[in-house]
């Protein structure tokens, strides 16, 4: 019988992270200020470390890992790569699944992989306190961790949804040393506007971020912004993920023919996918490999948004950003999976997209618990909502190679636990749960403001993206 877990030594904890952005098919579109029109990073320089907006910017393709990092990446790094050998049994296929499980993290997913860094940068260049945004908790939970590691202060706005759902977030957060606070909320100007046009507004991550931002900015003597994913150098710091699990993976001879991971902003699949994608590109792989991320059907930013400039916030305090997006103003449905619950998505995942270099599937939340459910029962693990999209999607791929006899390698990302997530499964296993659709012509309405309030924005999009939108 093959092994069930492949393992590796701490001493292969990769000693540098995998940059993408040299071998991208070509250089990522700039940021725009909303003020000009014109390329410009606006607020970023006030609200990041030096060597964060370095990282983000960078053409090199290795970054070197500081020795300060890897020695709390032990803590449970490297993680586990799982042969899903149960499921495989339960679905007949021939193919070959496995799963890169990032729930064995202090706060029990993928997150940390950046928030231990972030918080180290932060602190050598002598920040006190971080602000960030919170969906489901989990990036919220990473960062109280890390910042808690390095000294420093963490205050963290949880989506008001997410914040009801999952007071143990909350409460994880507070054992790490961190403030967690409900958004929208009364302490920014941002919340404040938005609680007086809608008392019982449940929040969104865009909301979540400008009042994150607007706290670093208002204190910006002591306090920097950290964000859990959708920027370059978040995405660049998941790749242990991959590089681990390209080790582990030569370690039983084997490779994927398709790699699946679910997307929010983009960080976990990057994570995965990078790596694979610079043996394509370097002509280095044994065979071509398929990238393909999962989505919400109720949160569907690439399968129904539009790839444009847009903010990053609802209050449009961030620079307009090239990617796919719904519009900085959407307002998601309280599904469970709130990691997944935001507007857009990283600039890489976007230009990636339209180069048809990945694909991407979306799922209701109905069938992602279907999956779950099975994934429970044949491996064991309980999932959160957010990875059981890609469990999904790989569970597909299987039936498709029962089907035509294909004997193929499937890798996903499993990026965090479930065991905050009972409600949701509560709601699953009594019938209560709802298969939410986003509505196209919601996106319509949220592009149609957009260009409204910049006259100009189709002649940006066709300057540095190539796309008239609308």
């Not at 899903?84 to 997150?111: C, D, F, N, Q, V």
């Not at 180290?120 to 910042?147: H, I, P």
Request: glycine share 8%; net charge negative; aromatic share 10%.
């Amino acid at each position: 019988m093959p092994d069930r877990k492949i393992l590796l030594e701490e001493s292969d904890i990769p000693k540098q992270w995998y940059n993408i952005v040299p071998d991208l098919p070509h250089p990522l579109p700039p940021f725009i200020d909303a003020a000009t029109g014109q390329p410009g990073v606006g607020i970023v320089p006030r609200i990041f470390p030096k060597e964060i907006i370095g990282q983000e910017i960078s053409q090199e393709r290795w970054i070197n890992i500081p020795d300060e990092v890897r020695e709390v990446y032990r803590i449970w790094r490297p993680t586990p790569l799982f042969r899903a050998l149960g499921l495989e049994k339960a679905l007949k296929t021939p193919a070959k699944i496995y799963y890169k499980y990032e729930g064995t993290s202090p706060a029990g997913s993928h997150k940390p992989n950046t928030a231990v860094p972030q918080a180290f940068y932060n602190m050598k260049e002598g920040t006190t306190r971080l602000s960030t945004e919170t969906g489901a908790g989990q990036w919220g939970s990473a960062l109280a961790f890390a910042a808690g590691v390095f000294d420093l202060k963490a205050t963290v706005y949880m989506v008001r949804a997410s914040f009801d759902q999952k007071p143990y977030r909350k409460m994880m957060m507070n054992a790490f040393g961190a403030e967690c606070i409900a958004s929208p909320s009364n302490k920014t100007e941002a919340g404040r506007k938005i609680l007086a046009e809608d008392p019982d507004n449940k929040g969104s991550l865009g909301i979540a971020i400008s009042e994150a931002v607007e706290d670093a900015l208002v204190n910006e003597k002591e306090t920097n912004y950290a964000i859990g994913s959708v920027f370059n150098h978040v995405c660049l710091h998941q790749t242990v993920e991959g590089l681990e699990a390209k080790k582990q993976l030569e370690m039983v001879d084997d490779y994927p023919d398709v790699v699946y991971g679910c997307i929010g902003g983009g960080s976990s699949y990057s994570g995965i996918m990078w790596p694979f994608y610079y043996d394509q590109v370097t002509k280095k792989a044994p065979k071509e490999t398929k990238f393909v991320a999962t989505e919400a059907t109720a949160c569907p930013k690439v399968t129904k948004g539009v790839y444009q400039y847009d903010h990053g916030d609802t209050a449009k305090i961030t620079p307009l950003v090239p990617m796919h997006t719904l519009g900085h103003d959407f307002i998601p449905a309280p599904i469970h999976a709130g990691g997944l619950r935001y507007h857009g998505i990283s600039p890489i995942i976007s230009l990636l997209t339209q180069e048809k270099k990945m694909t991407t599937e979306a799922f209701n939340q109905l069938e992602v618990f279907d999956a779950a459910k099975l994934f429970i029962q044949t491996e064991g693990i309980i999932p959160a909502p957010e990875p059981s999209h890609a469990i999904k999607g790989a569970i597909d791929e299987a039936l498709r190679c029962k089907k035509t006899g294909e004997a193929k390698t499937i890798l996903f990302v499993l990026c965090g636990h479930g065991f905050f997530d009972m409600a949701a499964y509560d709601e699953y296993f009594s019938g209560k749960l709802q298969p939410y659709e986003y509505p196209t012509e919601k996106v319509a309405e949220s592009m149609d403001k957009l260009h409204k309030l910049y006259p100009w924005l189709n002649e940006v999009n066709k300057k540095y993206i190539s796309c008239e939108t609308y």
